[in-house]
């Protein structure tokens, strides 16, 4: 079966919620819809408060090269601009949006995929603030946009899905298949490349059969299995999955020719040429042994995480920790109030207190587990050392900046050492030192 060197096998936890079929909240009374839900620069804010918006308006625009509008997800009346707890920053400007009534949509243009060009297309996913919705949250038209000298023949989708406990994408599979593959369809057509992949673990045997009848009518299209097993779904491993290609350290999949998004990504492209609809909704997993019951939600971005939690069936008593995200990548959360989904949001994950294990330094063993498991092939023991001892420019000609932070080295340490942690304050330390000496050489000019 097609797989990488490396990488682990955490329990799944998929069971609690992969049988639980996608359900639509009703509308929130209010959202919360923070101006920064992607990579790159915030969203710059284009209305004020006392303004009356349609759902789908633009509320705030790009703000740079490497930024995403956003839009409404209600139709209402704006009722503050201000800082809110944030699922991935702690906390940021948000804008604040009551609800006034049911949806009345801002209207665009729609296209199908004999219709739509590639000035259209770009347009269209730009203007719709389409990120990447596996959690990475790139803006989706610069990756769709490559330079003329970086040549793409594949498309690959990520419906691997490999962090525990989340079934969203799964769902979506099964349930949205054949505007899926439009999506993938009209990213294939726009972008020049000649093959759509869609890569799906093993353990979704469903999505499988369902991607490969909608795929079937299309002859750019093809559906891979590849191995159960963690991180699949990272945009390098895939890529060795699926078509043995190697992207070179500091490299990008342009590099090799391929361009890697998500299935919800896609998703939301069809939705956003076929349908006029901008991205103001997204599917979350509500799940984990600290919820009563699970669920698979279609939620407006900016409903609350409480409001989630309290329609799944509420949290357990014992509860003791709150996660955005998987548990292998996501941020634990202090608080469930006034945190909005944003559009990175794919899970929102409940965990007992007897679940949460002693997390005590010990000095490393020099066993090699942490070795034998990164997918990037780093030594995250040595990595680690080096940024102990502030080190940081040695452990940047080490590749510390490859590491994709799964987690998987902390994962297996007997040592309990927090490598991964470790390694994003040596990466974010060599941030502050090539910040510092861009200003020293732009003073010196």
Request: glycine share 10%.
């Amino acid at each position: 079966m097609l797989t990488f060197k490396g990488g682990i096998h955490p329990p799944e936890g998929k069971a609690l919620s992969e049988h639980k079929p996608l359900k639509r909240l009703s509308l929130p009374d209010k959202v919360i819809i923070p101006l920064s839900q992607h990579i790159g620069a915030p969203a710059k804010a284009v209305v004020q408060v006392g303004d009356e918006v349609l759902t789908g308006q633009k509320i705030a625009e790009a703000a740079g090269t490497i930024s995403a509008n956003i839009h409404s997800s209600v139709t209402g009346k704006v009722i503050g601009i201000g800082e809110f707890p944030h699922p991935v920053a702690g906390r940021g400007t948000a804008v604040v949006i009551e609800r006034s009534g049911e949806d009345r949509f801002f209207e665009y243009p729609t296209y199908t995929v004999e219709t739509c060009g590639r000035e259209d297309f770009l347009k269209i996913v730009a203007e719709m603030g389409i990120v990447g919705l596996g959690g990475a949250t790139f803006p989706t038209h610069v990756k769709l946009s490559p330079p003329s000298w970086k040549k793409v023949d594949t498309v690959i989708l990520n419906g691997a899905e490999c962090e525990p406990y989340l079934t969203c994408d799964d769902r979506l599979m099964q349930e949205e298949s054949r505007k899926i593959a439009l999506g993938l369809l009209l990213m294939v057509k726009n972008t020049g490349a000649e093959t759509g992949i869609v890569g799906i673990e093993h353990n979704k045997p469903e999505a499988y059969e369902k991607m490969k009848e909608a795929c079937a009518p299309y002859k750019e299209l093809k559906v891979a299995l590849v191995k159960t097993k963690y991180p699949q779904g990272a945009e390098k491993q895939l890529i060795d999955s699926l078509t043995r290609r190697k992207v070179p350290a500091g490299g990008l999949p342009l590099d090799v020719g391929i361009i890697v998004q998500n299935v919800g990504t896609a998703f939301a492209v069809y939705e956003a040429v076929y349908e006029g609809k901008p991205l103001i909704e997204r599917a979350v997993t509500v799940s984990g042994e600290g919820m009563k019951d699970t669920a698979n939600f279609i939620t407006r971005i900016g409903d609350t995480y409480e409001r989630l939690i309290d329609e799944a069936g509420g949290m357990k008593e014992e509860a003791g920790c709150l996660i955005s995200g998987g548990p292998m990548m996501g941020f634990a959360q202090v608080t469930a109030r006034q945190l909005p989904v944003i559009k990175g949001t794919s899970g929102i994950l409940l965990f007992t207190r007897k679940q949460l294990p002693g997390y005590e330094e010990s000095p490393c063993i020099s066993c090699g587990a942490c070795v034998s498991v990164c997918p990037m092939k780093l030594l995250p023991t040595q990595l680690v050392t080096l940024v102990k001892n502030k080190r940081f420019e040695e452990a940047g000609e080490m590749n510390i900046n490859s590491c994709i932070e799964c987690g998987s080295c902390a994962y297996v340490c007997p040592s309990r050492i927090p490598l991964v942690q470790y390694v994003r304050l040596g990466k974010g330390a060599l941030r502050k030192i090539s910040a510092r000496e861009r200003a020293k050489k732009e003073e010196a000019k």
